[in-house]
Every structure is written in structure tokens, then in C-alpha cells.
């Protein structure tokens, strides 16, 4: 009988730690999947941005509103617009009042440089990145625009859409006279989303204080 209860007890034993084990495993699994979808879902996310960059280049503004979220919001200096269509009609305007880039005009937006933070639950991203602007109206006329990006992107069934697009300048002027800190003034230095000083603020840097340093091409 004692030697009964014994093997009883090994097999118990045996029994539940491979019910352990199973358990363990299917946690690690399912811990890597998770971990896998987020780095594909930061990957996806940056992915958006930079076609929006590219799509910038060749002046297909209906296609760079499509990236945006039915209801997204686009902020860009004094300008607010809400929605795909707002977002796009302000697109057009801005390169030029047609769909495409007229003949020999520049429209390359630089946006690297991501400072990424995906929510908790994966379904939202925030993602600061830097932005340097070569554009050209194709008359002669040409300018750099220089800044950061704080944005918010959303997933949706059909993938990763911006949500918000919130652009800070920090220099522009043209190529010929060299370019300045945005309006002659300090220089914005953000303080928003990802680092706990308020959503979307920022405070100001002097003209010559650390990264303000008012920049000019060499001309000579």
C-alpha cells in the first residue's frame, strides 16, 4: 500500500510538471508574438511617415491625405485643418494648386531621426522625428525649412493611419540669402509627448543658446 502511494505520488508529480511546462511555453509564445507584432508595428508606423515623405516628392497630395485617419488633425503653424479632405486640399495649395510638382520644381521633405513610444495595448503610436525641407518652385526660386515633428498614429483595420500631424518650425529662409531661426525669434524646443511636458508644448531657446545656432550655407 505505502509503495502505491508512492508511485501515486511520483506520477502525480511527473503529471504536473508537465502541465507546467506546457503552460510555460504557451506564456513564452505568446510573449514572443506579442513582442514580435509591436517591433512590426513601430516598423509599420515609420514605414507611413517616410511614404509620406516620398509621396511629397512627386506632389501626389490625395495620396499623402490617404495616410491620415478620417478625422485626423493637421497642424502646421497658425494652420489647423481637420480630415482627409481639408488635409489635402492644404497640401495642393501649399505645392503649388494642382496635383504633382510643376516642371523643375523640388519638394524633398527629410523625416528621420524617430523618437518612438507605442502604447500599452499596440493600438497607438507617438513618434517625434526630425525634418530638413529642399523645396523649389521650378522658376528659380528656392528655400530650406527645417523642424520637428510630433505625431500620433492609430491602428485600423486596414493598418497604421496618422492621426495627428503636428509640424514645429525651427529655421527656413531661402537658399540664396541663407536661413534663420523660424520669425527671427528663439528657437522651439519641444517639450510634448514623449517626455511629460504637456501634450504638444514647447518653450523657446535663445538664438545662440545649445542647438540654436543660427545656421547659413557658405555663399562665398
Known sequence: MQKLSRSAGVILSVLLALVCARARAADDVDSLARDVDRVLSLRQVKDLQRTYAQLAQLGQWDAMAALFTNEATFIRGADTVSGRKAIAEWLMRRGGGKSGL??????TEFIDEPLANLSADGRSAKVRWMSMSFLGDGKGNARIEGGI???????EEQGWKIAVSHYYAQYSGSYEDGWINEGGGDLPRMSGLLDGGGEGGCDRVGRRGVGATVARPNTT
Open 102 to 107: 510643376p516642371a523643375g520644381a523640388l519638394h
Open 149 to 155: 515633428y510630433e505625431n500620433e498614429y492609430v491602428r
